[in-house]
């Protein structure tokens, strides 16, 4: 089963500094039938302003993940990590019992930066943050960037029964990702245009997976695509 959610679907609000697009039901933006996909809560599209961003606020007991399109975002949190996380590059926070963090585009252009929180598995653990760099140009097929899976110990470590995975392909490109039994994916092209399994999908649109045990991607136009394996 897939499901197309065409990006002129989604909900979201243009606060002037950030253009926020909800793949799932987010601040002010409620939809009952997209709440979650298993354990993927969260997937929001952000613009941000140069010079701008969201100052310091708290989270606790969620797995979030910054995956930076364009631009950069500069982190600092109440830990005191900072660092400057830049475009196909990827940050973790793992909030646990409690973490406040800003996060600005300090850049002169405006920064896009998918934003994906995960229902984790444990609660009351230690907070934590990290970030790694995964250069576009030497991706070969889906590569792992995030993961709580056993043997994916390449990626940045996240506490939840989840895979972030990404690829980019040239137009005619294609690229397999299994998915185990009872698993469930959500998958968006950052940029392009893709064919999953036959289903079109335009960049930034949704593609909700369930019941399916092999994804093929091809690239209709050179694209990027943005992929969780969730429970």
Sequence with gaps: MLELRPFNSLGGAHHG?????????????????RMNWGNLRVWNDDVIAAGTGFPQHPHRDMEIITYVREGAITHQDNLGNKGRTEAGDVQVMS??????????????TETRIF???IIPNEV????????????????????????????DDQSLHIRADARLVA???KAGESAEYQLESGRRAYLVPATGVIEVNGLRAQARD???????????VTAIEDSEIVLVDVA
Excluded at 25 to 32: G, L, N, R, V, W
């Design 17 to 33: 500094w950030l253009d926020a697009h909800h793949h799932f039901s987010f601040a002010e933006y409620h939809d009952p039938k």
């Design 95 to 108: 909030a646990g019992t409690g973490i406040a963090h800003s996060e600005y585009n300090l850049e002169a």
């Design 115 to 117: 934003q994906i929180w």
């Design 124 to 151: 009351g653990s230690a907070p934590s943050w990290g970030a790694k760099p995964f250069p576009k140009g030497e991706r070969e097929g889906f590569v792992t960037l995030a993961s709580g899976k056993a043997g």
């Design 167 to 169: 690829a980019n392909l």
């Design 206 to 216: 949704g593609v909700a997976i369930a019941d399916e045990q092999v994804l093929r």
